[in-house]
């Protein structure tokens, strides 16, 4: 019985040790991917669905822009420039929707 449980454990442990593991391409995605993070007031249904609405909206806008960019470099730059645009859409959206939230857009 403790032969198991001690195969039980190790398993786990391999198995905790190899899911912290970059998988094998993962850096290179990271470093030629740009990601959007929309954060919502809370859990809620409809502050959850707001906050697709903005993705929604801000992805459009975004995605006409780095349709030509060959590198994250380049649709950084491209993202920095259109920060006041990506702000302007988010709380157009905002307002559609009856909210009068702020809204903060960064790059980081």
Do not use: W
Not at 80 to 87: G, V
């Amino acid at each position: 019985m403790k032969c198991i449980a001690a195969l039980c454990a190790a398993f786990l442990c391999a198995h905790t040790l190899l899911t912290c593991l970059p998988v094998h391409g993962e850096e290179e995605i990271y470093n030629s991917t740009i990601r959007l993070h929309v954060l919502a007031n809370s859990d809620r249904a409809a502050d959850q669905a707001l906050k697709m609405q903005v993705r929604d909206a801000v992805l459009t806008v975004a995605s006409e822009a780095l349709a030509d960019c060959e590198n994250r470099d380049e649709a950084a730059a491209q993202l920095t420039a259109l920060i006041p645009m990506l702000t302007a859409t988010a709380e157009e959206t905002l307002r559609t929707a009856g909210c009068g939230d702020t809204v903060t857009v960064t790059l980081s």
